[in-house]
T-cell receptor, first 115, second 116 residues
Framework: DTEVTQTPKHLVMGMTNKKSLKCEQHMGHRAMYWYKQKAKKPPELMFVYSYEKLSINESVPSRFSPECPNSSLLNLHLHALQPEDSALYLCASSQDPNRSPDGYTFGSGTRLTVV | AQKITQTQPGMFVQEKEAVTLDCTYD???????LFWYKQPSSGEMIFLIYQGSYDEQNATEGRYSLNFQKARKSANLVISASQLGDSAMYFC?????????????FGAGTTVTVRA
């Protein structure tokens, strides 16, 4: 299995809703990432998990809450989002971050619309 | 400060011709990696090619080749024999050499449109 699977593919939520994005990989990768991407812009890093521990938080607002229940799963819990949070959310994974890595594998993303 | 610079917002190329996408980078690390990704309108990010800072040969993967000029800090992507399916946004990215603190910095991207 060489894929990163993200669910759902599309999500529409109200500003008072609570929802979660899910990311799963079975490649034995030990680092997992959340990126946010606005239209026609590059991906922006949000969080990095290394060996199931949060290693990087790029000053993301607390309405985004990541969780890594095990080495194969990464969740992003969403609460009280704003319309400007509408974007494509990409999950990625990579091999052991303590070795010299050579690439990420990205999921196909969740297109989030906040209304 | 911008670490990855892609100066071509958009490019048109005729089918079957080659196209070069420019990328320059800025780092003080000796160990780093450079990547190119393709993103079609569907949104998925597809890994194309990788060049390590210590690699002496330019990387090649099928129709993709990376023209790595370390002294100039450039890592241009060459797509040969363009196909209609190559129409997409292309991102250059750099991994900097802090093991255990692994993240990629992306350039602004170049949109490629292949004409029949």
């Amino acid at each position: 299995d060489t894929e990163v699977t993200q669910t759902p593919k599309h999500l529409v939520m109200g500003m008072t809703n609570k929802k979660s994005l899910k990311c799963e990989q079975h490649m034995g990768h030990r680092a997992m990432y959340w990126y946010k991407q606005k239209a026609k812009k590059p991906p922006e890093l949000m969080f990095v998990y290394s060996y199931e521990k949060l290693s990087i938080n790029e000053s993301v607002p607390s309405r985004f809450s990541p969780e890594c229940p095990n080495s194969s799963l990464l969740n992003l819990h969403l609460h009280a989002l704003q319309p400007e949070d509408s974007a494509l959310y990409l999950c990625a994974s990579s091999q052991d971050p303590n070795r010299s890595p050579d690439g990420y594998t990205f999921g196909s993303g969740t297109r989030l619309t906040v209304v | 400060a911008q670490k990855i610079t892609q100066t071509q917002p958009g490019m048109f190329v005729q089918e079957k011709e080659a196209v070069t996408l420019d990328c320059t980078y800025d780092t003080s690390d000796q160990s780093y990696g450079l990547f190119w990704y393709k993103q079609p309108s569907s949104g998925e990010m597809i890994f194309l090619i990788y060049q390590g800072s210590y690699d002496e040969q330019n990387a090649t993967e099928g129709r993709y080749s990376l023209n790595f000029q370390k002294a100039r800090k450039s890592a241009n992507l060459v797509i040969s024999a363009s196909q209609l399916g190559d129409s997409a946004m292309y991102f250059c990215a750099m991994r900097e050499g802090q093991l255990g603190d692994y993240k990629l910095s992306f350039g602004a991207g170049t949109t490629v449109t292949v004409r029949a």
